[in-house]
């Protein structure tokens, strides 16, 4: 089983090479099975594309990265729907 603080690096890693994102920071850390895998959610924020951005539009996109809690390996990066404030 490998450490937590590896599974947040790894998620960061893939985030900057799957997305082109430069710093992104760690929001949430979970444990849960996924598609009967037990996995880590990491869930970061990233910058959003201000250019494309409303007034009212959070300027973060929220990531869930689901990463094997045996191998280290990415199974699923999905988008992080968050609450009507």
Not at 30 to 38: F, H, L, N, P, T
Not at 66 to 79: G, R, W, Y
């Amino acid at each position: 089983m490998i450490d937590v603080k590896q599974v947040v690096q790894r998620a960061k890693d893939a985030a900057v090479e799957m997305l082109g994102e430069g710093s992104p920071t760690l929001e949430e850390i979970e444990r849960e099975s996924y598609k009967g895998i037990d996995v880590w959610s990491i869930t970061l924020d990233l910058p959003n594309n201000v250019k494309s951005l409303s007034v009212l539009a959070d300027p973060l996109q929220y990531k869930r990265f689901l990463i094997d809690a045996e191998t280290s390996e990415l199974v699923a990066m999905k988008l992080r729907e968050l609450v009507a404030r």
